[in-house]
């Protein structure tokens, strides 16, 4: 995986085909996967220049969105430059201005904002999906999969697989088979994600990462923004954005319950992720979120929806195993 933040040997001919000749590339972002993020400046004008090599990166989906956002009203990037085989795209810049650390430095705007992310996703799901693939049964399973295979041989536990898989069998259905309609599924919509811009467009919200973007409940959108991975959201928050959705949005009776069961699948994705990222990808800082993800997830379990996983996880991960296990891991 892609570790330094020096700009690709192609990004100056890739720059000056687009009209940027004179451009400085500095080093914006990397992620946790192969995509990495420069800013790029030419006098007045700022840009941001996605490094996605293939064959490790396809930009594709990421353009296919963004357009269907732009299109429909929403605040993307707009695509300036494309070079698919050299996997390079200059996009729009938004800014520096994240909700994260918006939030950190003015809490008291807290529901204010999530309201806004909370209208955005409204809006968001009165349009018919995307051309995405589908959030299906297949989908959710590998996610949660994830969890068995890495998280606990990481720490030292040899679980029932086969029954992991069962219990989700058990309670998939109540997503899949439910009144509420087929939706766009950005997937990783969290406070690290959405810029604060300018303009009443889109709620004043721009979105990013976005490429993984599948067709699926409009639930799992509001789970990644209010249980999210790396923030800590108060529950008296998360009950209050989930009143605001329900006002604005009307879904059917079954919501709460496919909330719960997407947020706990989600969660245990998002363990075996970020242990995969320590233990695969020499990145132990994600560690230091497992024991947020664990209470999140627990959380979910006491949903009588999640009740089959609920005892799964009873029965295969005993409480000692999960909070602080990775504990002496963590980098000081």
């Known amino acids: 995986m892609v570790t330094d933040m020096i700009p690709p040997a192609t990004a100056p001919a890739f720059l000056a085909d687009a009209g940027w000749d004179r451009a400085a590339i500095v080093p914006l972002a990397g992620d946790a996967s192969f995509r990495r993020y420069f800013r790029v400046l030419d006098g007045g004008r700022r840009a941001v220049l996605m490094d996605a090599p293939p064959p490790h990166e396809d930009p594709r989906p990421f353009i296919a969105v963004a357009e269907h956002l732009l299109a429909n009203g929403f605040a993307a990037p707009r695509i300036l430059a494309r070079d698919l085989e050299q996997g390079l795209v200059l996009i729009e810049d938004f800014g520096d201005l994240r909700v994260k650390e918006h939030l950190d430095a003015e809490p008291d705007a807290e529901l204010a904002v999530y309201a806004r992310a909370i209208e955005l996703l409204a809006d968001l799901h009165r349009l018919p999906a995307a051309d995405v693939p589908p959030y299906d ?33 058990a309670v998939l259905p109540l997503v899949e088979q439910s009144p509420s309609p087929t939706v766009t599924v950005l997937r990783d919509y969290h406070a690290e994600n959405i810029m604060l811009i300018d303009g009443p467009a889109s709620h004043g919200l721009g979105l990013l990462d976005f490429q993984d973007a599948l067709a699926g409940h409009p639930a799992y959108d509001l789970v990644s923004l209010l249980q999210d991975a790396r923030r ?45 990222l320590w233990k695969r ?52």
């Open 137 to 169: 049964r297949a989908v959710y399973q590998r996610e949660a999969g994830l969890l068995t295979q890495y998280y606990c041989p990481a720490i030292g536990l040899e679980v029932d697989s086969d029954a992991y898989v069962r219990a989700w069998d």
């Open 232 to 276: 800590d959201v108060p529950v008296e928050v998360e009950a209050a954005m989930l009143a605001h959705y329900k006002a604005v949005a009307s879904p059917p009776a079954d919501f709460d319950a496919a909330y719960a069961v997407l947020g706990a699948q989600r969660n245990a994705k998002i363990i075996g992720i970020f242990t995969r």
């Open 281 to 332: 990808d020499g990145k132990p800082r994600y560690l230091s979120f497992l024991p947020r993800m664990w209470g999140l997830l627990e959380r979910d379990l006491k949903h009588p929806a999640l009740a089959p996983v609920a005892d799964w996880f009873a029965a295969n991960i005993p409480a000692d195993k999960r909070h602080q296990a990775l504990k002496e891991h963590i980098p000081a």
